[in-house]
């Protein structure tokens, strides 16, 4: 943009794209203050060169380790949860299709019983994946659903169980007790499977988003971030102050409606979109 | 809460000032300065931030801050009231065509809630007498009608559907058609989630609106957004044209800044809050209530 000279309307101006991006003013001020010092200690000179270092340690920063999607080779249950509308129902959707296409055995839990049409939405994409699904009546009670489902998933042997779970508020008390039964019947039912927790975040959420992480994390080990509708003018910010706080990875973005529209996460692509206008 | 509330800030900051008896314009700019976090941290957009702020600092570094025995206090009134100014001072109500039915279209960004809010809302008119019609515009979304219908069937409330296999424009017609029939006084018509870049889905939208006129597009927008509720906002009022914002999820912790942004890029009331899943947790919105939550106080 228009700085030549490093100074502080400069440093100014990168926090305010960080916060635009929705980073939140906490962390894009420590993101800026660290900057600052490295700048100094690499005497950089000229404001493209603190741009780009910029960008290397956000890069750094949101960097995956290799082994994150180890769940998908082993005997996994995974769970997905998240408040409510993010895009829990299609991700899930989306993620049976990838694994059944890469040959896996994959089954559905609807463990959503309550929201209206909630079974009926989670069928269709069972459909359109090919998978099965495992469930019950509206407004059953979902730790059921997912008892069922763990032993039709021991029975025949599946790869990867994926329960979709109820929209649910992170300051709900209740909703987040039922969460943890569910995530006892796991454990308790299928004690030698991998357990993975995927939480949906919505790339639209401000600063609310890192509460539902945090939230969250209290009720089941968090494993990783599903980050949802990039395909919009959001930018998912949160998800690096996500990262700073409470050390969770992103492991998939959801990039639209269809369902081939999920990618795993790749902090360079990230990185580079949160500073596009 | 995650944060200290601003009015606990400001004790902080005023408290050291308070054995000068005045505020000079460095303590002003200090104090403005914890708003603009504040509002930042709310999610407010940073534009409207801005704006905001440089509006404040204008009436607090006047008279009535600087002489003030308790300056704290009022720069907070002043925060206050510019904040309730900007959200719209009055609540603002539905409104009703005079020619029968009464026709309101959701639209909104993918899972803010429209097809709950519809149900609500009819919920509410039916309350007051009304006769509403749902319309399954919602084509696309996966079980997308089933829901309306079940929601529909909850407060007993009739649903006009034609499928998945017809033209959103096309049902819309022919729901007015059967509302005229059978009687029923307001139609709301219930569309998919579209991102407001999606110049054909957008383009759906509009030939809806040409074809039924509606009396209210209401904009649906998740209390939880962050700085993007400007940029949908905006969009949605510059190529639809919206009379409306109802904000829903606002039974979580978010502070809800995202309320004064859309406020404030369309200039257009917001109508009401919901305030939870139940299809009665839909209120009127104020627009004071919002400041202070805004503001954490
Ligand atoms: N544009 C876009 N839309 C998405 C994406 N993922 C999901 N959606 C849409 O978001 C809306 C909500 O998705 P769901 O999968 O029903 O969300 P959910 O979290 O299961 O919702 P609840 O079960 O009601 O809490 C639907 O209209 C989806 O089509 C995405 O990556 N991009
Ligand atoms: N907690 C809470 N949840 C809400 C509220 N309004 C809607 N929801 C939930 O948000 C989710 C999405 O709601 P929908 O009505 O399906 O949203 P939509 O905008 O129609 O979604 P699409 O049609 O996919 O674009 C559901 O789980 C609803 O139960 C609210 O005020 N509070
Ligand atoms: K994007
Ligand atoms: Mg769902
Ligand atoms: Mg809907």
Redesign the pocket.
């Known amino acids: 943009s228009s700085f030549t000279k490093i100074d502080e309307d400069f440093y100014e101006e990168l926090e305010e794209a960080l916060i635009v991006a929705d980073l939140g003013v906490n962390t894009a001020m420590t993101i800026i203050e660290d900057l600052r010092e490295k700048v100094k200690e690499n005497k950089i000179k000229d404001t493209a060169g603190v741009r780009e270092l910029l960008m290397e340690e956000l890069k750094e920063l949101m960097k995956n380790e290799e082994n994150l999607y180890e769940f998908t080779e082993k005997k996994s249950v995974v769970l997905v949860i998240?408040v409510?509308?993010?895009?829990?129902?299609?991700?899930i959707g989306k993620l049976a299709n990838q694994y059944k296409q890469k040959g896996k055995k994959v089954i559905l839990a609807a463990a959503?019983t309550f929201?209206a049409a909630?079974i009926d939405?989670l069928a269709e994409w069972s459909n359109r994946a090919g998978v099965e699904l495992i469930s019950q009546q509206e407004n059953s009670d979902p730790g059921a659903v997912v008892f069922d489902a763990v032993q039709a998933a021991k029975a025949r042997e599946a790869d990867l169980l994926i329960c979709?779970t109820?929209?649910r508020l992170h300051n709900k008390k209740n909703l987040m007790e039922e969460l943890r039964k569910i995530f006892k019947i796991i454990n308790r039912e299928y004690p030698e499977a991998h357990k993975e927790v995927l939480l949906?975040l919505d790339s639209t959420t401000g600063q609310n988003a890192l509460q539902q992480a945090k939230q969250f994390k209290d009720i089941a080990d968090i494993t990783g971030i599903v980050l949802?509708?990039?395909?919009?003018t959001a930018k998912g910010g949160i998800a690096v102050a996500i990262q700073t706080e409470l050390n969770i990875p992103v492991k998939y973005i959801?990039?639209?409606?269809g369902i081939d529209?999920m990618q795993q996460f790749n902090s360079e692509d990230f990185v580079s979109a949160l500073f596009e206008e | 809460m995650a944060f200290e509330s601003l009015t606990d800030k400001f004790q902080n900051i005023f408290s050291t000032l308070k054995k000068k008896g005045k505020l000079s314009e460095q303590d002003v700019k200090l104090a403005l300065r914890e708003v603009k976090l504040a509002l930042l941290e709310a999610d407010v957009n940073f534009k409207v931030v801005k704006k905001f702020v440089k509006d404040i600092r204008e009436r607090a570094v006047g008279h009535e801050v600087m002489e003030s025995l308790t300056p704290g206090q009022q720069v907070i009134k002043i925060v206050n009231e510019e904040l309730v100014k900007l959200m719209g001072e009055e609540k603002s109500d539905l409104t009703f065509s005079k020619e029968s039915p009464t026709v309101y279209m959701m639209v909104g960004l993918?899972?803010a809630g429209k097809t709950t809010t519809t149900a609500k809302l009819a919920g509410s008119l039916k309350k007051s007498g009304k006769k509403p019609l749902l319309v399954a515009c919602d084509v696309y979304?996966p079980a997308a009608i089933k829901q309306l219908q079940v929601v529909g069937g909850q407060i007993d409330v009739p649903v006009f559907t034609m499928g998945d296999k017809n033209k959103p424009v096309d049902i819309a017609k022919a729901a007015i058609e059967s509302a005229d029939k059978n009687g029923n006084n307001v139609v709301i018509i219930d569309t998919a989630?579209r991102?407001h870049i999606d110049e054909d889905m957008m383009g759906e939208l509009i030939e809806i609106k040409e074809n039924i006129n509606p009396q209210e597009i209401l904009l649906v927008v998740d209390a939880m957004t962050g700085q993007d509720a400007v940029n949908v906002a905006e969009n949605f009022n510059e190529k639809i044209g919206i009379d409306g914002v109802i904000l829903t999820k606002l039974d979580g912790d978010t502070r809800g800044g995202s309320a004064l942004s859309v406020r404030a890029v369309t200039n257009k009331p917001i109508k009401f809050a919901c305030i939870g899943e139940k299809l009665t947790d839909i209120e009127v919105f104020h627009p004071e209530r919002m400041a202070s939550r805004i503001l954490g106080m």
């Open positions: 998240g409510n509308g993010v895009g829990k129902t299609t991700t959503d929201r909630a939405q979709d109820a929209g949906v949802t509708k990039l395909d919009g959801g990039v639209g409606e529209d | 993918q899972g979304r989630g991102l």
